[in-house]
């Protein structure tokens, strides 16, 4: 046995057998040298991974993904930049160019000259005369032949001026063709099988030879075309193998991952990690990442904005994508579960058929009527029978009748199961993403995406119902053309419907950029609106009116002159298709007229013609506008196809089983966590919260004190560690099990634009009216919420404005209280609360029944807030530098130490700041320069929850059960600390020990802190 590496390329051989070992990116020349090579010195041959079994390099960027209820997605495809490179390899040189330029010029010119020819010849030779075709004696199909190949290569021509990328297939493929159709005519004619004009005069032949040096001459045009594209593209695939072959087999070997794996997600995202490369944003991530929902191979990039954002330049498609983007809807609105909406369908489906018919019919029955009220002229008789009949399909036809009408309603209720299908799916796949995404999002942008649910539901009405059908109506109107009028008429059709088409495509998309500029524009005058008239205040603060009024109407001429740009773009346009669509008529009504006039056609026939004809510009002219709008709608269905392929980074693993009890005991263990793999936020945190304790976590902002209740609440995953629920990895419960346990009062609370009692009740909709009564009046919120108007249906404004901090911080607080949670996480929960209300709040969730039997985690700033804390924990840089109690952790004089004396330093500054108003407001009383303030009134409650009274001028003490009460000891103001072991803390010069608590007086905090200068 031997083992041959050709690149990344392992072979491993036997003496009768070789089992060849190719990576995912491997491609088929590389696998097919490796096969050929071992196949000649071996008799068997077994593929690990073949070319047949190779999945697409595509297929291995992107796995599935799949969108809400597991419905399968399209993978995002990005442009490669190699793609491009072989893109601009391709392109010939200028003389190439030009040589079939002018070769599809002299091409268009000998069809010109082939009608010259033959029209010369009807005017030189009065003997002409085909029976049945007085009046095209070369015979319709040679009239057809020759204008439509005049159209085609005219069209071929313009191609070549209009797009960078020709020539292309398209291009050799027509010219091939050509060639070919062009032999077969000319060899028929020259044998004699064909007469090129159907004539039976020895005098035609002379025509015909010019002719046939006219098809000679083409035969070397397209054989000079292709002749000019056989090199460069035998160039253009020997540059892509040879690229091919680069990219798999390199010459240097980068091993990150193991080649064997048995993991399909490992296989799949094998060539992910190369650290040559940028990260692949499409690849699937490992099981660990999946559910930890942070990657630690994340790139580091900079980071692009999601895709379903609104793109800054329209992007460029063709019809086959915009079909293909159109399918994908269909697994979200078909009403696979409703056999009634189906048959509606089946119903409406056959309206619109019907109405395609009833198309036809009009015209066709207003030639009939025409005729016979031709034939009887001056007779007194009256068709009322076709006359009654034309009435009858007229009533029938168009949007507005009888069809149109019923189909509307009919799909009344389709229409409104796709919309609720579409929106309801998108609305609730963005709750399920995780707090990742909604931390990065553009809110504006989401929302944005999300009401794009609307867009692609009437985007799949214009195309079941309108350009559909119209698309039908103009093959129905080719096919009845031909039948009824002839080929010739079917080709007037054609070449008006197709150019009138090609040139609202190509003029619609030099509009693109005029477009995106306009909308941009408008879009900047709305958000410099909308920002000036949310800001209203500020406006006022700085008499900023006349500066914000210039900005408006700088924003305003802006979106004009772009709109302008647009309008005198579509004018031309319209003026265009005007001409194209008149050309055609005109030409079918001389060609008719003709007829008549010959006597080859009746008058009812040139009427049904035009009518058909004025019939079929209203499709043209929707078609025309539809395309115009398609990319807009196909860019909103994509950005909305974007958001669902976002998926959640913390997901429950497959066969968890929920929480159905909890205790409240919380251990962390050893946890690491980054959000940024380049920064940890946590490591090796590690504590542990018994039922019914308090744990407080202190530290300087960024310390990681969030990070540990985002943690805890399933926000995201650790990377390392354990985090545990009464001894269950909260990895092995569900996360809604888990968070029905918790409540949370954030600092900063966001509450509904709708009634207080519909906030309150949203923690717990069972929860009756006396239950959300006493959750207010344990959160101190029930006689204010009273003492409005409205009571309880107070509306509390967008996200809670009418409401000041403090109250909706109570607000949250009584919400928590009806969720009823094991455990309560509060971050800076009170920190908008005057002292007095916080006192009791805190008192309530200490000893009072707030508190009881739940363990409590708490995030403070004010360190006076969390001295009755079980157990407090100082994090630094996401790390545990200190652990224990309060009077634990000053003994230590650690970090802990330090930051409760810069806590003292400030509260000895607040009191003498108030001590210091208190004696200027004093002497201005006395100097008569304020009134005097009622004895009975008491000092209001200070910031920082610290509350005084006139006969004690005291910062404060600290009882037993952590709460600040106003003290003296003999006369003089002091703080009273619980002294567990009589020396916490010696640092301090202290006062005599009473009833077992150690006093600390103001003097002699300002000996050991200073005194504030």
Request: charged share 20%.
């Amino acid at each position: 046995m031997y083992e041959v590496r050709i690149g990344k390329v392992v072979v491993v051989a036997k003496p009768t057998a070789a089992v060849v070992l190719l990576p995912p990116w491997a491609r088929n020349e590389c696998a097919a040298y490796c096969l050929d090579h071992l196949a000649s010195h071996h008799g068997r041959l077994r593929a690990r991974r073949c070319v047949a079994t190779s999945r697409s390099e595509e297929q291995l960027d992107a796995p599935t993904i799949t969108g809400p209820g597991g419905r399968p997605l399209p993978i995002t495809k990005r442009k490669k930049k190699r793609e491009a490179a072989r893109s601009d390899e391709r392109r010939i040189s200028k003389a190439a160019k030009l040589t079939l330029r002018c070769l599809m010029a002299s091409l268009v010119l000998t069809f010109v000259a082939n009608a010259a020819v033959i029209f010369a010849h009807a005017l030189t030779d009065r003997r002409i005369s085909v029976p049945g075709h007085l009046a095209w004696w070369c015979g319709d199909e040679r009239i057809v032949y020759i204008a439509g190949s005049i159209f085609l290569y005219l069209y071929v021509l313009i191609t070549l001026f209009d797009r960078q990328d020709t020539p292309n297939v398209a291009h050799i493929l027509t010219w091939s063709l050509g060639l070919l159709g062009e032999i077969a005519i000319l060899v028929s004619s020259a044998s004699g099988k064909s007469d090129l004009t159907r004539l039976r005069i020895q005098e035609a032949a002379d025509w015909d030879l010019a002719e046939h040096i006219l098809a000679i001459l083409r035969l070397a045009m397209l054989s000079g075309a292709l002749l000019v594209c056989s090199p460069i593209a035998a160039r253009a695939r020997v540059r892509d193998r040879q690229a091919r072959a680069e990219e798999a087999c390199p010459a240097e070997m980068d091993e990150i991952t193991p080649l064997l794996t048995r993991d399909p997600m490992a296989e799949a995202n094998y060539h992910s990690r190369d650290s040559n490369r940028r990260p692949r944003a499409n690849t699937a991530t490992s099981h660990a990442s999946q559910y930890n929902g942070a990657d630690e191979f994340a790139p580091t990039t900079k980071e692009e904005d999601a895709a379903f954002y609104r793109p800054e330049k329209l992007q460029h498609k063709n019809w086959y994508e915009y079909c293909r983007g159109y399918k994908l809807f269909f697994q979200y609105l078909w009403p696979s579960k409703s056999r009634g909406l189906k048959g509606v369908i089946f119903v409406c489906f056959l309206l619109v058929m019907g109405q395609r018919v009833i198309n036809v019919l009009v015209p066709y029955q207003l030639g009939i009527v025409a005729d016979i009220l031709r034939d009887q002229a001056g007779l007194g008789v009256m068709p009322w029978g076709e006359l009654l009949l034309l009435l009858g399909y007229k009533l029938l036809q168009g949007s507005s009748g009888i069809l149109g009408c019923l189909r509307d309603i009919l799909w009344i209720p389709v229409s409104q199961h796709t919309y609720r299908a579409l929106t309801t799916a998108a609305f609730e796949h963005v709750h399920s993403l995780s707090l990742e995404f909604h931390l990065s999002k553009k809110t504006g942008e989401v929302l944005s995406a999300l009401n794009k649910g609307a867009s692609v539901n009437s985007f799949l009405e214009q195309v079941t119902f309108q350009v559909g059908p119209m698309l039908l109506d103009l093959l129905l109107a080719i096919f009845f053309f031909y039948n009824r009028f002839g080929p010739i008429y079917a080709l007037i059709v054609s070449v008006v419907s197709f150019y009138y088409l090609y040139l609202t495509v190509r003029m619609a998309a030099t509009r693109a950029d005029q477009r995106r500029d306009m909308v941009n524009a408008d879009r900047e005058e709305e958000a410099v609106k909308n920002d000036s008239v949310t800001s209203y205040e500020t406006v006022k603060y700085f008499n900023a009116e006349s500066f914000e009024f210039g900005r408006y109407q700088t924003a305003i001429r802006k979106f004009q002159a772009a709109e302008a740009k647009v309008t005198w773009g579509i004018t031309i346009m319209n003026m265009a298709q005007s001409l194209v669509f008149l050309m055609g008529i005109l030409t079918a009504a001389m060609v008719c007229g003709f007829e008549v006039s010959a006597g080859t056609r009746t008058v009812g026939d040139w009427v049904a013609l035009m009518t058909y004809l004025a019939q079929l510009q209203g499709p043209l002219t929707f078609l025309g506008v539809f395309y115009r709008t398609v990319q807009q709608a196909m860019i909103s269905g994509e950005r909305l196809l974007e958001l669902f392929k976002i998926r959640p980074t913390v997901v429950d693993k497959a066969g968890v089983q929920p929480l159905h009890h909890c205790d409240g005991n919380i251990k962390w263990d050893a946890v690491k966590f980054s959000y940024d793999k380049r920064r940890p936020a946590l490591q090796n945190v590690s504590f542990e919260c018994k039922p019914g304790t308090t744990t407080a976590f202190v530290g300087e902002s960024g310390g990681g004190k969030s990070t540990i209740f985002r943690l805890m609440f399933r926000y995201y995953n650790c990377n390392s560690g354990r985090i545990e629920i009464d001894g269950n990895d909260v990895k092995d419960v569900t996360i809604d099990s888990v968070r029905r346990f918790i409540g949370v009062v954030p600092q900063e609370t966001i509450l509904f634009n709708e009634s207080l009692m519909f906030n309150l009740r949203y923690a717990n909709p069972s929860a009756t009216d006396d239950e959300i009564f006493e959750a207010c009046r344990l959160a101190a919120i029930h006689d204010r919420i009273l003492s409005f108007p409205d009571g309880y249906e107070t509306n509390v404004g967008d996200r809670g404005v009418r409401l000041s901090g403090g109250e909706k911080q109570r607000v949250a607080i009584a919400r928590t209280i009806l969720k009823n949670p094991k455990i309560i996480m509060l971050d800076e929960a009170t920190s908008a609360l005057d002292g007095e209300t916080e006192q009791r709040i805190q008192a309530k969730l200490i000893s009072g029944n707030l508190g009881q039997g739940r363990t409590l985690l708490i995030i403070a700033h004010r360190l006076s807030t969390i001295t009755h804390a079980d157990q407090i924990v100082v994090l630094h840089q996401g790390t545990v530098v200190e652990k224990g109690t309060h009077l634990e952790l000053l003994a230590k004089r650690g970090r802990y130490a330090s930051m409760w004396e810069k806590h003292c330093r400030a509260e000895l500054a607040a009191e003498e700041a108030r001590a210091a108003t208190t004696k200027a407001q004093r002497l201005l009383r006395r100097a008569k320069l304020l009134p005097d303030a009622r004895k009975s009134r008491k000092r209001s409650v200070e910031p920082h929850g610290y509350g005084s009274s006139p006969e004690s001028p005291a910062i404060g003490t600290a009882t037993p059960d952590g709460m600040i009460t106003p003290h003296t000891y003999h006369g003089e103001p002091v703080w009273k600390f619980p002294n567990d072991n009589g020396s916490s803390i010696s640092t301090l010069r202290n006062t005599p020990d009473v009833n077992g608590e150690l006093l600390f007086s103001q003097q002699a905090i300002r000996q050991r802190f200073g005194k504030r200068q």
